[in-house]
């Protein structure tokens, strides 16, 4: 695979002094690191001191570039950023792997601290080259950066670069000039959700983007702006759930944003703590034994989604389960029982590498093996965070990406297994760049074989282009990745770290899990989460097709609400209730078959 050339560059950078804004240093009246959620000392901190007046910062209107797109996190990344604040042995272990594959941008408040850490033997590993590696002296609150960094953003699809910088969600003025500091020291222009009519409250760790228009998020993205008074002093945006939808449209290009309950057990409400997105179509999710923690509000929501949107192909998203770790030790376990909230999708993806917070290797080992299996071919590098992991958040968490100037975009959906052993494989891709691709290649080979087989591709209507496989025997394994060459010469693979990494599938006799059309009962499986506080998925599996009603009924056996009526298929299908608005209590679910057969099952709300 060919990738842009990076060069040692500039070692450490004092900030110019006109980009070092007035703020108040709140990080610095600190002896420990601020949390990730609302800090005790900064709500002591704001009653006694103003918050000062919000400064804008770039441009606040809507940018006038056709075709906005916002970047997926496994597209090609120029630089990665860092805010080093206080988990020194963490932040170094992060540069120093990241540099290897593009350049990273340290935000300090001390530079040469942190050159003098990377350079020396500690607790964060050997000493390391500052190759590849910018060290920006500026003001920082807290080591947080997702949640306040730049988000990449293009119009065109693969054009015009820019950076959409929302409403910070916390009191922290200095964090807040970070996609400042970072759009000015590369030369991207910055827009900002920050003034009416389009002031929006948002938090990098609570979103995730396909890089195709779908957006996801928890609730939070509402709570926060729903009007009213922020603890700390100023007010909340008054945002209509349209609004949030229209203004995320308008500044990234989103036309669906997905929306999920929050979870009764992660304070901070951030999807990252428990999913990540791993392509246009897999989800990796957190899983809990059944019952504990968040895990049933956790399939309550996975089951939303499926059951309700689509991969930008129009297919079910796939989904990958990989467990959450308890806490070890004595006075540890799971979030109910008070353990810190240990997750495995707090990971980043940079280039060819995926960093990935560790723990204790009873769990490590599978999480690891998890990763490498999704994603053939990528280095997987695993990070210890016991030491912030206490603080609500990991290795995501302290990481954000700004995407490279130029992308060359490739994305196809992965071939699935098949019996035909007669007609070729047909591969189709979107291949995209702003000069235009010149040529583009599907590179094949059979499993075990070290060569591969190429095969040029043809180019289609809309950028999309094709290529065959030619058929194979029952049994075969196939591999294959897709190259793409622009007009000005810059080649990229899909997947990037082809031909390492690849896509495959089976020919033969394709085995279905689950319902095979001959089900030995009917009626309802258990609702979840139960006891219900919010989004509550109800499913009911029938071994034929029928008319069907589900209802809910008070403990008085008065009707509040029908879930569904109509046509209800054979198998399973999910069909889910909110919650919230009801008065705690019991409550009955009732499902009734054309008129012959009733079943019910207990719900509590909460």
């Known amino acids: 695979m060919t990738l842009r050339p990076f060069f040692p560059i500039v070692r450490t950078a004092l900030l110019a002094?006109?980009?070092?804004?007035?703020?108040?240093?709140?990080?610095?009246?600190?002896?420990?690191?601020?949390?990730?959620?609302?800090?005790?000392?900064?709500a002591a901190f704001y009653e006694a001191n103003p918050y000062p007046s919000l400064l804008t910062r770039g441009e606040t209107t809507p940018p006038q570039f056709e075709g906005l797109r916002t970047m997926a996190e496994w597209e090609e990344i120029e630089v990665l950023c860092v805010g080093w604040e206080g988990y020194s042995a963490i932040e170094k272990q992060i540069v120093v792997n990241a540099a290897q594959q593009c350049e990273v941008i340290?935000?300090?408040?001390?530079?040469?601290?942190?050159?003098?850490?990377?350079?020396?033997?500690?607790?964060?590993?050997?000493?390391?080259?500052?190759?590849?590696?910018?060290?920006?002296?500026?003001?920082?609150?807290?080591?947080?950066?997702?949640?306040?960094?730049?988000?990449?953003?293009y119009g065109s699809g693969v054009d015009d670069r820019i950076i959409v910088d929302w409403l910070y969600n916390r009191p922290r003025p200095d964090d807040d000039v970070a996609p400042q500091v970072i759009a000015g020291h590369m030369g991207?222009?910055?827009?900002?959700?920050?003034?009416?009519?389009?002031?929006?409250?948002?938090?990098?760790?609570?979103?995730?983007?396909?890089?195709?228009?779908?957006?996801?998020?928890?609730?939070?993205?509402?709570?926060?702006n729903s009007g009213g008074p922020t603890w700390w002093g100023t007010q909340f945006p008054d945002q209509s759930d349209e609004d949030i939808e229209n203004i995320l449209a308008e500044f990234m290009?989103?036309?669906?944003?997905?929306?999920?309950?929050?979870?009764?057990?992660?304070?901070?409400h951030h999807i990252d703590m428990h999913m990540k997105l791993l392509d246009e179509e897999t989800i990796l999710m957190a899983e809990y034994p059944e019952g504990v923690a968040d895990?049933?509000?956790?399939?309550?929501?996975?089951?939303?989604?499926?059951?309700?949107?689509?991969?930008?192909?129009?297919t079910p998203f796939e989904v990958v389960r990989i467990p959450s770790p308890p806490e070890p030790g004595w006075g540890g376990g799971y979030p109910d029982s008070n353990g810190d909230y240990m997750t495995y999708t707090n990971s980043v993806f940079v280039n060819n590498t995926v960093l990935l917070p560790t723990y204790y290797e009873e769990y490590d080992t599978t999480a690891i093996a998890i990763y490498e299996a999704a994603l053939p071919g990528y280095n997987v590098v695993g990070i210890d965070c016991n030491q912030i992991i206490s603080a609500s958040g990991a290795i995501h968490c302290i990481t954000h990406s700004v995407g490279v100037e130029d992308p060359l975009l490739i994305s196809h959906q992965p071939l699935d297994d098949t019996e035909d052993t007669v007609n070729p494989y047909t591969v189709e891709a979107l291949v995209q760049h702003?000069?235009?691709?010149?040529?583009?290649?599907?590179?094949?080979?059979?499993?075990?074989?070290?060569?591969?087989?190429?095969?040029?591709?043809?180019?289609?209507?809309?950028?999309?282009?094709s290529a065959d496989i030619p058929a194979q025997a029952e049994g075969t394994v196939v591999q294959y990745y897709v190259e793409g060459t622009s007009v000005s010469g810059k080649t990229q693979d899909r997947p990037m770290p082809a031909p390492e990494g690849y896509w495959q599938f089976r020919v033969g006799e394709i085995v279905v899990n689950g319902i095979d059309g001959a089900l030995a009962f009917a009626g309802f499986q258990p609702a979840f989460p139960n006891p219900a506080s919010a989004i509550t998925c109800v499913p009911v599996e029938l071994?034929?097709?029928a008319q069907g009603r589900i209802a809910l009924r008070d403990a008085a056996g008065r009707e509040v609400a029908v879930l569904f009526e109509g046509q209800l298929p054979a198998g399973v299908s999910k069909h889910f209730l909110d919650a919230a608005p009801l008065v705690a209590g019991a409550y009955v679910l009732t499902l009734e078959v054309e008129g012959r057969g009733l079943w019910s099952q207990r719900l509590m709300v909460r």
């Open 543 to 545: 071994s034929r097709a």
């Open 106 to 153: 340290v935000l300090t408040e001390d530079a040469g601290y942190v050159e003098n850490y990377i350079t020396a033997n500690n607790n964060g590993g050997d000493a390391a080259s500052l190759d590849n590696i910018t060290i920006l002296e500026v003001p920082l609150n807290t080591v947080w950066i997702r949640d306040y960094g730049p988000n990449t953003v």
């Open 295 to 314: 895990g049933p509000q956790i399939e309550a929501n996975l089951e939303y989604v499926l059951s309700n949107h689509t991969s930008k192909w129009g």
């Open 434 to 465: 702003r000069s235009s691709i010149a040529s583009a290649r599907l590179f094949w080979r059979l499993e075990g074989e070290t060569a591969y087989n190429e095969v040029a591709m043809t180019a289609g209507a809309a950028d999309m282009w």
């Open 188 to 224: 991207i222009d910055l827009y900002e959700t920050t003034a009416e009519p389009y002031d929006l409250m948002n938090t990098g760790g609570n979103f995730m983007s396909d890089g195709f228009g779908m957006g996801f998020a928890s609730n939070l993205i509402g709570d926060e």
């Open 253 to 268: 290009g989103l036309h669906t944003y997905v929306r999920m309950e929050n979870l009764p057990f992660d304070g901070i």
């Open 17 to 42: 002094p006109a980009l070092l804004l007035a703020v108040t240093a709140l990080g610095q009246r600190f002896d420990s690191p601020l949390s990730h959620g609302p800090d005790p000392r900064e």
